[in-house]
């Protein structure tokens, strides 16, 4: 499956992934999702915010046990960073038929649709509309940089786009939903565990800066007689840095677009996107605060106006903590060792649909804690150590009698 995956949507240069949501990379991979379901004889269904789903059982027995992750990437993204948590999701299937697993509820295995965000700007399109948390006319406003709306891309896809909307009677089959991903930073490594549960997702958001200013000609134009946005967004930067580190915080400028982008042009706009996130909301406020009142500031300093625009916001997540509990359980039964419960600063589907319904995550050590990144890495043996994580955690939930002796 790894092999199979692995050249799909990969840039030459980077070795970085580029599977953004409906793009043609993205459909090789839903293609690739869609072969793995019927090769092993499961019920494929695509509902109507384009995530795919496969079934062992019937959805409709309610009370399911789910698993799965997301194969969109970030620009120049790492492998593992969704795809890891469908490929475990598989092998796990298979790991438990070999076990001779007898299920007792209905097995899903679901690929959400954009999870990243990267083409769209709001992560975790998918588990938003279905959860409800995303309307269908605020998705239908969704625009990439190229002013391809989201309805556009998802029809030239071959997905309607009329049928975007809440899927209560979805949510309310499945009685959990248990994400594997790899970690995204070094808490593993350090504790020397190939294998953690997440305890809480830290509140995050993403929030648009548009600097305008003017135009004019970069040779001949007087220092003095110039509004450069590009002097006002530079010194946002570096206040968000000074705010995250006096938080405790994070916040990153790490998309940008400047019009008419020339190199011997002042522009007339800088556009920068600031993700930010902190342990509390409290703390993520202020330090979005003081960024926006720092920013506000130096615009002034410099004639140019600012917008400020919040385009997605996710709340702090706990995840349930009976869930939680009980895959803890499972694997200490495995391995007779207490399994690290971690929080994380990254965003997951988990997160979005733990609102509606019992959620968990796995993750899988990660020995750099780069991601979002060629760079991202997991080794096999963790990986392997993954699936077996999850096919416990699995035949715990959704199996009679563990079927190993
Ligand atoms: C998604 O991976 C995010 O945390 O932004
Ligand atoms: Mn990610
Ligand atoms: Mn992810």
């Given at each position: 499956?790894?092999?199979?995956?692995?050249?799909?949507?990969?840039?030459?240069?980077?070795?970085?992934?580029?599977?953004?949501?409906?793009?043609?990379?993205?459909?090789?991979?839903?293609?690739?999702?869609?072969?793995?379901?019927?090769?092993?004889?499961?019920?494929?269904?695509?509902?109507?915010?384009?995530?795919?789903?496969?079934?062992?059982?019937?959805?409709?027995?309610?009370?399911?046990?789910?698993?799965?992750?997301?194969?969109?990437?970030v620009?120049?993204?790492?492998?593992?960073?969704?795809?890891?948590?469908?490929?475990?999701?598989?092998?796990?299937?298979?790991?438990?038929?070999?076990?001779?697993?007898?299920?007792?509820?209905?097995?899903?295995?679901?690929?959400?649709?954009?999870?990243e965000g990267?083409?769209?700007g709001l992560a975790c399109?998918?588990?938003?509309?279905?959860?409800?948390?995303?309307?269908?006319?605020?998705?239908?406003?969704?625009?990439?940089?190229?002013?391809?709306?989201?309805?556009?891309?998802?029809?030239?896809?071959?997905?309607?786009?009329?049928?975007?909307?809440?899927?209560?009677?979805?949510?309310?089959?499945?009685?959990?939903?248990?994400?594997?991903?790899?970690e995204q930073g070094r808490a593993?490594?350090l504790?020397?565990?190939?294998?953690?549960?997440a305890s809480a997702i830290r509140p995050h958001g993403r929030w648009r800066f548009?600097?305008?200013?003017?135009?004019?000609?970069?040779?001949?134009?007087?220092?003095?007689?110039?509004?450069?946005?590009?002097?006002p967004y530079a010194e946002t930067v570096l206040a968000a840095r000074r705010e995250a580190a006096l938080a405790g915080a994070v916040a990153t400028f790490g998309k940008i677009?400047?019009?008419?982008?020339?190199?011997?042009?002042?522009?007339?706009?800088?556009?920068g996107w600031l993700d930010s996130r902190a342990v509390d909301q409290e703390s993520l406020d202020s330090v979005v605060g003081a960024v926006e009142s720092a920013a506000r500031e130096y615009?002034?300093?410099?004639?140019?106006?600012l917008?400020v625009v919040r385009e997605s916001f996710t709340p702090v997540v706990e995840f349930?903590?009976?869930?939680?509990?009980?895959?803890?359980?499972?694997?200490?039964?495995?391995?007779?060792?207490?399994?690290?419960?971690l929080g994380t600063g990254a965003g997951h589907?988990?997160g979005i649909?733990?609102?509606?319904?019992?959620?968990?995550m796995?993750f899988?050590?990660?020995?750099?804690g780069v991601s979002h990144s060629?760079?991202?890495?997991?080794?096999?043996?963790?990986?392997?150590?993954?699936?077996?994580?999850?096919?416990?955690?699995?035949?715990?939930?959704?199996?009679?009698?563990?079927?190993?002796?």
């Open positions: 499956m790894w092999a199979e995956l692995l050249p799909v949507g990969r840039g030459s240069a980077s070795g970085g992934y580029r599977r953004y949501a409906w793009t043609a990379a993205d459909g090789e991979c839903r293609a690739w999702f869609e072969e793995q379901a019927k090769a092993r004889a499961l019920d494929y269904e695509v509902d109507r915010n384009g995530n795919q789903w496969a079934w062992l059982g019937d959805p409709a027995a309610g009370d399911a046990v789910v698993t799965g992750s997301h194969l969109d990437s620009p120049d993204g790492g492998a593992f960073d969704g795809p890891l948590g469908v490929v475990s999701a598989f092998a796990a299937l298979d790991e438990l038929r070999g076990r001779g697993a007898r299920f007792t509820r209905p097995l899903g295995i679901v690929n959400f649709g954009d999870e990267a083409r769209f399109v998918g588990s938003r509309l279905t959860a409800g948390t995303l309307t269908p006319d605020q998705a239908h406003r969704l625009t990439d940089g190229d002013g391809v709306t989201l309805p556009r891309a998802m029809e030239a896809a071959g997905y309607d786009p009329d049928a975007l909307g809440p899927d209560p009677e979805r949510l309310a089959r499945i009685g959990a939903f248990v994400e594997l991903h790899v593993l490594d504790s020397g565990d190939r294998i953690g549960v548009d600097f305008r200013g003017e135009a004019n000609h970069a040779g001949t134009t007087r220092l003095a007689d110039r509004r450069d946005p590009m002097l677009a400047v019009e008419p982008n020339g190199v011997n042009a002042v522009p007339s706009l800088v556009r615009a002034a300093a410099h004639g140019v106006d917008d349930d903590h009976v869930l939680r509990d009980e895959l803890a359980r499972i694997l200490g039964t495995d391995t007779g060792l207490t399994v690290p419960v589907d988990a649909l733990s609102g509606s319904i019992p959620t968990a796995l899988v050590r990660n020995p750099t060629p760079a991202e890495f997991a080794a096999e043996d963790d990986c392997v150590a993954g699936v077996r994580a999850l096919a416990d955690v699995l035949e715990g939930l959704a199996c009679k009698e563990p079927a190993r002796g």
